[in-house]
């Protein structure tokens, strides 16, 4: 949830940040990362816990614009917020909530309620970030011939590159990191260990040293013998390329 006081001088907005006891179950630490804070897990905005068990944090942000941000509970479950402004997709193969810090965001006598006119009904959009984008999994659903028939054909020319934005937990930059460290094909990825693949992402900065690469091996197996269907439902189980 996301409320909104903004200050009489009209240059910035005291937003207040909290995610729901239901949220964030037996939770211990839950900080909040964003554009606000470059995303910065060594200096993460730490929420404190309030008597009703969910958790919450003040920032003052600047009026005018909007920041993506995202919460981190117990330092590995990432969750979105259930009344954000906006969702939009990441880098990464997920979405970021979005907060809209502006006075045209339905004012009330001076204080936005922090609800956007896009904003999507509570709780529906976490829903669809928990899903994976459509291009990841959806597309071998809809069409297994095709998608099947394209790695019979890749297959054998060993410069042929997969699209590993099809493991979730990968988006295009990450992608594009392992391809530049020559991991370019599903049973290239498939083969690798935990070991370098964090040390990829630890190479390219704080912002992609956080993602877990533990089932993307496992995700390259299945997607490199074509077996689409076994990968879509590996895939129901994880949220953001972990497991639940």
């Known amino acids: 949830m996301i409320k909104k006081e903004f200050a009489k001088t009209g240059k910035v907005c005291k937003t207040t940040f909290s995610l729901p006891k239901e949220a964030v179950t037996d939770a211990q630490e839950v900080v909040l990362l964003g554009e606000f804070n470059n995303w910065n897990t060594e200096k993460p905005?730490?929420?404190?816990?309030?008597?009703?068990?969910?958790?919450?944090?003040?920032?003052d942000l600047e009026i005018g614009r909007a920041y993506q941000f995202r919460y981190l509970i117990n330092g590995n479950v990432w969750e979105?917020?259930?009344?954000a402004d906006d969702y939009v997709p990441s880098?990464?193969?997920?979405?970021?909530?979005?907060?809209?810090v502006s006075e045209t965001v339905a004012p009330v006598n001076g204080k936005s309620n922090g609800k956007a006119a896009k904003a999507p009904a509570k709780k529906a959009e976490p829903k669809a970030v928990a899903a994976k984008p459509?291009?990841?999994?959806?597309?071998?659903?809809?069409?297994p011939a095709a998608k099947k028939e394209t790695v019979?054909?890749?297959a054998p020319a060993k410069s042929a590159k997969d699209d590993l934005t099809k493991i979730e937990g990968i988006g295009p930059k990450i992608a594009e990191l392992l391809n530049g460290a020559g991991i370019v094909t599903f049973d290239g990825l498939a083969k690798a260990d935990t070991k370098t693949l964090k040390g990829v992402?630890?190479?390219?900065?704080?912002?992609?040293?956080?993602h877990d690469p533990a089932t993307w091996m496992e995700q390259a197996k299945l997607a490199a013998?074509?077996?689409?269907?076994?990968?879509?439902?590996?895939?129901e189980e994880l949220k953001g390329g972990k497991r639940k």
């Open 45 to 59: 905005v730490v929420m404190k816990k309030q008597k009703d068990g969910s958790f919450a944090t003040t920032l």
């Open 80 to 83: 979105n917020d259930w009344a």
């Open 91 to 100: 880098v990464f193969g997920v979405y970021n909530s979005v907060v809209v």
């Open 134 to 143: 459509a291009a990841k999994v959806a597309a071998p659903k809809a069409a």
């Open 152 to 154: 019979k054909k890749a």
């Open 201 to 210: 992402l630890e190479n390219a900065g704080p912002r992609f040293k956080m």
């Open 225 to 235: 013998a074509a077996q689409w269907e076994k990968l879509a439902k590996l895939q």
